[in-house]
Structures are given as C-alpha cells and as structure tokens.
C-alpha cells in the first residue's frame, strides 16, 4: 500500500507563502484543503538530523500560531508516548506545552493592555 500527500505552496516575488494547499490519497476530502501553516519533518538516519520545513502565510495570526504550537507540543507528546512509552518524560513535554500557552496567554493580556 502507497499513500501520497502532495503539499502546493503559492509564494509572492519575496518567496513568502500566499496560500498552502494539501491533500492526501486515501482522505477523506474530496479536494485540496487550504492551510495558514505547515511543519513537516523528517529524520535523516544517516546524517542523525532532523529535516524541516516550517512555513506559515501572512493570514496566520500570532494566536493561531500560538494555538498551532500548543497543539504540536501536545500531538508530539502523544506520539512520543506511543513510540517510547516513557511516561514521565511525555509528562513533562506536555507541562512544557501548557506552561508555553499560559505565557503566550499571559503577554497577550500585557499587550491588550
């Protein structure tokens, strides 16, 4: 079985995305869905390094960022978890993740201000 997921990225003449579109075979969306923001990474075995691509639109507000790394700290916990099974180390990803958002929520009042 093969799966493949095709990212399109529309940039401006300063190489700044407009628009990412995506789609995956074997989803259930009929056609490309847009997004403000992607991260996708991949591990280089042979090198030991992480590989990464981390692009974002000018839609994207500073609270959907925040609200996108929160919910990738936590998505990340849980893989770790099912990969690895060391429960207090995903123990502190996640209070990492929720002391993170507690921050951001914080300075976002100082700022209101």
Do not use: C
Request: hydrophobic share 40%.
């Amino acid at each position: 079985m093969k799966s493949t997921i095709t990212v399109d990225v529309d940039l401006d003449q300063d190489k700044v995305p407009q628009s990412i579109l995506w789609t995956a075979s074997g989803s259930t969306a009929d056609s490309m869905q847009k997004s403000k923001a992607t991260m996708l990474s991949f591990w280089d075995a042979e090198e030991k390094s992480a590989l990464r691509i981390d692009l974002w639109t000018n839609e994207m507000m500073v609270d959907e960022m925040a609200d996108f790394y929160y919910q990738t700290f936590m998505g990340m916990a849980d893989t770790f978890d099912r990969a690895t099974h060391m429960h207090p180390l995903v123990a502190d990803m996640k209070a990492f993740a929720k002391n993170f958002y507690a921050k951001f929520r914080e300075e976002q009042l100082k700022d209101n201000k």
